[in-house]
């Protein structure tokens, strides 16, 4: 029993904020929770929410996962670029070469982005969200293959990629080296199981498959905090009705 990817989440200073910059850039609705948590619902055949949760921790270092935003022209990718820094982001360097095509900007609280070049056969069909950009090695690659019953679209050099069976954005790991980390990750994925069972049939799946548990799984729980083998934390959640 695979898991479905519900939404990608990044901490937040002032999620609303925060949601307000996404939400114009990628054209996405909003919607708040009472916890304070607020969501940018997506649009097209992206699949996953993008949820930005109130968090008190800096932002410490170069974040480890990033979105590759896709671009259909020359003028389509300045016109993104444009429309970003209009809601607030900037120009950032990640040590990225002047001959490279793709822009590398960051939001208002500091959160790296790429907008892609037109013409990258990789993303093609993949939509505005082109893929969720991760540092990460070939095995944590295998392991969210096989957690969320994607295939693997790209498996060279150590660098992988996954993609849904349905379309949409890719999930990729670029392979060793890996970046150092500084802090707990601000991005990280909120799962739930695709079939019934529970938490707990999906959480000894996902142990089976190399995941660690943080604490311990009740029956009474809504969630579940968990690690896959890069030590990269995610959640997984009880289905919403």
Request: charge should be negative; include cysteine; hydrophobic fraction near 35%.
């Amino acid at each position: 029993m695979s898991c479905q990817l519900f939404a990608v989440c990044l901490d937040a200073a002032e999620p609303s904020r925060l949601a307000r910059f996404w939400s114009g850039l990628l054209g996405w609705e909003t919607a708040d929770d009472p916890d304070g948590t607020v969501e940018l619902l997506p649009s097209g055949d992206t699949g996953f929410r993008i949820r930005f949760l109130p968090s008190r921790e800096p932002k410490a270092g170069q974040n480890r996962s990033h979105f590759d935003l896709t671009s259909t022209s020359p003028d389509d990718q300045r016109q993104t670029v444009a429309r970003a820094l209009a809601l607030g982001g900037h120009h950032t360097d990640v040590g990225q070469r002047p001959e490279e095509g793709h822009v590398v900007l960051a939001d208002p609280e500091g959160n790296e982005f790429c907008v892609i070049e037109p013409g990258n056969a990789f993303l093609a069909g993949c939509g505005l969200v082109g893929a969720l950009a991760c540092d990460g090695s070939q095995a944590v690659g295998y392991f969210w293959s096989k957690a969320l019953g994607w295939p693997l679209v790209w498996d060279q050099d150590e660098e992988t990629a996954i993609r849904s069976p349905h379309g949409g954005s890719k999930i990729t790991w670029g392979g060793p080296p890996l970046m150092p980390r500084a802090g707990r990750d601000r991005l990280r994925l909120d799962l739930v199981p695709s079939a019934p069972g529970g938490l707990r049939a999906a959480a000894d799946r996902l142990l089976s498959l190399g995941a660690t548990l943080i604490g311990t799984v009740r029956d009474e729980d809504d969630r579940v905090t968990m690690t896959d083998p890069d030590g990269n934390e995610f959640r997984l959640l009880t289905p919403r009705r």
